[in-house]
């Protein structure tokens, strides 16, 4: 037993387990400030007695941001590198404590530009004879014996180190050029750049570059192609005696053509990643933070369409409000992914505007603020301030929009009415404020009475800045597409729900509100958008349905879309519909709230006329006692929901005939919808027959490419049955002898006499 | 020397061209094949051995639905249809061919790009 435990530590010490550097929390700097702690990464699992190579690095950081480590006791600055001062990369040697001590002493000092700020810090044993690159993560291998470039090159790509292969260097920006100066104590190293496939035209010939043309003529300046990082030093290249191959740390930092019989060193790079959090080395172990210099900078957003509806239809555009309307910040649309994601960080106007007046309250002497427990009726707390500190100031109290009030809240504000001497604010939701005081570090001058608060203070007051209200905006590829979409989500079954909720219950029997089980599907069922759901909005429905008019005014996304944050969406209930959410809209609006890191916006899609939410977010079902229409149905249902369709096309008489019967099976069916597509380039539409019992409303609409048609019942006078056929007539553009495929069905709906939708097999 | 050389030129120039026959290369049946990628308006081809009632049927691969039927009475030996794809989704299909009785005779894949 003791030998297996042995050997189970030293396999576990053999391989490594453990080892890792866990990261601290995000958080948000001050602007202009030094010396704020970053301390919270830790490395751990390493060997105590080993050497460790550590990189603590900020990735792309806004100008003027840097970091200092306030003890560096044990360390050694790699080569390039010092330990003391501010900096944005440093790599250093030592063991874990040591390290552990430093990364605990780390402070960022920021400048006035806002922006990410990303600390990275990677940590591996520290490995004899290579150096460690923190801007790429790459490791680099010097070898000192020299050989020929294309030997130094197939050498290179012999060789492996933590799981990568090799590649002769490549040198692709300045600061890579600067780490090999002064990182390769050799002079005259070969790297991979060639013109031996074209005289003058130096091409990358090896690594994740390789194939890449940098420059198309010899010289120092010539020909260098922009965007490409070039450091030839003056005169060269010169192809003096058919020199193909580049040398850098020549004759100082720069570059040199030298034929390929030199022997010079050379330099083996390991990584073909451009981002250290990338590494994929063996037994190298990385984290990062992203904090945030001051303001947040991130919006990104998970739109939830519901069922099939195609997300990477849709593009977003950042919009911002000003004077009274919204407009783009950038002409950039970003598509958006399958799975509903869209990251317009780069798009926000991050200027902000003068709105109001700041008050900023700090410990004083009289007790001239109070601040009330969280009101549910208010969704905020009171804050009042006695009107006598305004005194003199000229301020118009209603415009205080914005407060500081010592470390307990800051944030904005809400004017409400006077309660005597006091002027009174919200400040909205439930801010915690128990914890909140109890936390504060001015408890000298906060008293509790009766559950409010009061506090000594003093008071000044500026200009109240802010970020500008933004939006986000959806748009579709094409109007065509967007037509075709919505027809396909305003189905038979949507309409028939409607009606039936309409008749409430006086046809059907008693089941009035069974099918509009919340808010969102009135909402959805009020096309209109007047607040009401009535006899008008099933007419319109049905409009749509039958090709007559369009549901809507304008055929825009504007018109037909509603978005809502994922909260506001699953608030909407039977009674509060009509009156708090009735607009449509195809722009999200959302605040960006200063502090907040990585702000992530969650907004439910629905859509007008979509009653049965099939295409629409489904509600979060807690809160809703039963959301969906067709679950309901489906606890009463014992048959199978689904009915037969039979298709057949025919050259008759010279004209093309599409037959579909249908098969309602044991279903009581009410409402059935096809769409036949067809070739419009072949095809002509004519007409559709239809064959159906009783007086259905039967509607057969070209809409240019395919027809809709179908069936609707909506007085329960009878039922589809199996004799339902619908026959539809082209006239052939072309010879119809010998064709296939010129129509085709699809987007096919259903819908029983309990409202319950139906699926369609087609035979 | 130079008579041989002029004798030798007008035969060459007498001689005419020989008419070779250009071999037809045999047309892909397509229910011969498991998978085929079809265009618009590109023709296939496939033999039945009666001259009755048939039905080419196109049925959604990923669905089971079938989304289109023409009936037509065919030939026997080879016979050709010009397929149209323009109404039709993209992806995979099967392609049926059926008798006057709906029974499946031969099934391939085609796929609409």
């Not at chain 1, 004077?323 to 783009?328: E, F, H, Y």
């Not at chain 1, 219950?505 to 069974?514: K, T, W």
């Not at chain 1, 007086?695 to 006078?717: A, E, Q």
Request: charged letters at 15%; a neutral charge.
């Amino acid at each position: 037993m003791k030998k297996l435990l042995v050997i189970c530590f030293l396999l576990i010490s053999f391989l490594g387990f453990g080892q890792s550097v866990s990261a601290p929390d995000s958080k948000s700097f001050l602007p202009s400030t030094s010396g704020q702690d970053a301390s919270g990464f830790v490395l751990s699992g390493f060997n105590s007695t080993s050497t460790l190579l550590a990189s603590i690095s900020l990735v792309n950081p806004p100008s003027g941001t840097t970091f200092v480590l306030n003890t560096t006791t044990g360390l050694t600055a790699a080569s390039g590198f010092i330990l003391s001062g501010n900096k944005t990369r440093l790599v250093v040697t030592g063991t874990m404590a040591n390290i552990n001590t430093a990364l605990s002493s780390l402070k960022v000092n920021t400048g006035s530009v806002r922006g990410n700020v990303v600390l990275s810090v990677a940590a591996t044993v520290n490995p004899t004879g290579y150096f460690y690159n923190g801007t790429n993560g790459h490791f680099y291998r010097p070898i000192s014996t020299g050989a020929t470039y294309t030997n130094a090159r197939t050498l290179a790509s012999q060789q492996t180190f933590k799981g990568q292969q090799g590649y002769l260097v490549t040198i692709t920006s300045a600061d890579e050029d600067a780490f090999i100066f002064n990182n390769v104590p050799q002079n005259t190293i070969w790297f991979a750049l060639t013109d031996e496939a074209s005289e003058a035209r130096w091409t990358i010939d090896a690594g994740p570059e390789a194939g890449t043309l940098i420059k198309i003529n010899n010289g120092q300046l010539n020909g260098n192609i922009p965007g490409q990082y070039n450091n030839w030093a003056p005169g060269e290249p010169n192809n003096s005696g058919n020199e193909d191959y580049a040398v850098t740390k020549w004759n100082g930092s720069q570059w040199n053509d030298l034929p390929n019989h030199f022997v010079n060193p050379y330099v083996i790079e390991f990584g073909t990643w451009t981002n250290p959090d990338d590494a994929t080395f063996t037994e190298f172990y990385t984290n990062s933070v992203i904090h945030s210099n001051g303001e947040v900078l991130t919006a990104r957003f998970n739109f939830d369409f519901g069922g099939n509806v195609d997300e990477t239809k849709f593009s977003a555009k950042a919009n911002t409000y000003v004077n009274n309307l919204w407009g783009t910040t950038t002409n950039t649309s970003r598509s958006i992914s399958g799975l509903g994601k869209v990251d317009i960080t780069n798009d926000l106007d991050t200027t902000k505007i003068t709105d109001g007046i700041r008050a900023t309250i700090v410990p004083g002497q009289v007790e001239w603020s109070l601040i009330n427990p969280y009101e549910t009726s208010r969704n905020g707390h009171r804050l009042q301030i006695d009107e006598r500190v305004f005194s003199g100031t000229g301020i118009n109290l209603n415009n205080i929009k914005y407060v500081k009030l010592f470390d307990v809240y800051e944030g904005p504000i809400t004017p409400m009415d006077f309660n005597g001497w006091w002027k009174q604010w919200v400040v909205p939701g439930d801010i915690n404020l128990t914890s909140k005081v109890s936390a504060s570090s001015f408890q000298n001058n906060i008293r509790l009475q009766d559950g409010w608060y009061a506090f000594r203070a003093d008071y000044s007051f500026t200009p109240n800045t802010m970020f500008k209200q933004h939006g986000i905006e959806l748009s579709y590829t094409n109007q065509t597409d967007l037509n075709t979409l919505y027809n396909n989500i305003v189905t038979v079954s949507d309409v028939f729900i409607a009606f039936k909720e309409l008749s409430n219950g006086g046809i059907f029997g008693n089941q009035s509100g069974l099918e509009f089980t919340n808010g969102i599907q009135y909402m959805n069922a009020d096309v209109d958008g007047n607040g009401v759901f009535n006899e008008a909005d099933t007419y319109k429905l049905l409009q749509h349905l039958t090709g007559v008019a369009p549901l809507t005014q304008y055929s825009a996304l504007t018109y037909l879309m509603k978005l809502y944050s994922k909260s506001e969406y699953d608030a909407i209930t039977k009674t509060n519909w009509n009156t708090q959410f009735n607009s449509t809209r195809s722009l999200y609006p959302f605040n960006l709230n200063s502090g907040t890191l990585n702000n992530t916006y969650n907004v439910n899609v629905t859509w007008v006329g979509d009653v049965n939410l099939s295409h629409s977010a489904q509600q979060s079902v807690s809160g809703v006692a039963t959301n969906s229409m067709r679950t309901m149905s489906l606890s009463t249902q014992s048959v199978s929901n689904q009915i037969n369709a039979y298709l057949m096309g025919e050259n008759v008489g010279g004209k093309l005939i599409v037959t579909i019967s249908v098969d309602p099976l044991q279903q009581e069916l009410v409402g059935t919808q096809f769409n036949l597509n067809y070739d419009n380039t072949s095809l002509k539409f004519e007409k559709v027959e239809f064959t159906t019992k009783g007086t259905p409303t039967n509607f057969g609409t070209d809409r240019g490419s395919y027809i809709t048609l179908g069936s609707l019942i909506t007085d329960g006078s009878t039922t589809l049955d199996k004799t339902t056929e619908y026959k539809v007539t082209f006239l052939p553009l072309i010879g119809l002898n010998g064709t296939l495929g010129l129509t085709s069905v699809s987007n096919t709906d259903a819908v029983n006499k309990n409202g319950t939708q139906l699926k369609i097999k087609v035979n | 020397m130079k008579k041989i050389l002029f004798i030798f030129v007008i035969l060459l120039w007498g001689c005419n061209k020989l008419d070779m026959p250009v071999p037809t290369p045999p047309v892909e049946k397509i229910f011969n094949v498991g998978e085929s990628s079809v265009t618009n308006g590109q023709s296939i081809y496939f033999d039945l051995t009666s001259n009755t009632i048939h039905y080419l049927t196109l049925i959604d691969k990923n669905t089971g639905q079938v989304i289109s039927r023409e009936k037509f009475i065919g030939q026997i030996g080879e016979n050709v249809r010009k397929i149209y794809t323009n109404s039709l989704p993209k992806g995979y299909l099967y392609l049926v061919l059926e008798d006057v009785g709906k029974n499946e005779l031969k099934k391939t894949t085609i796929i609409i790009k």
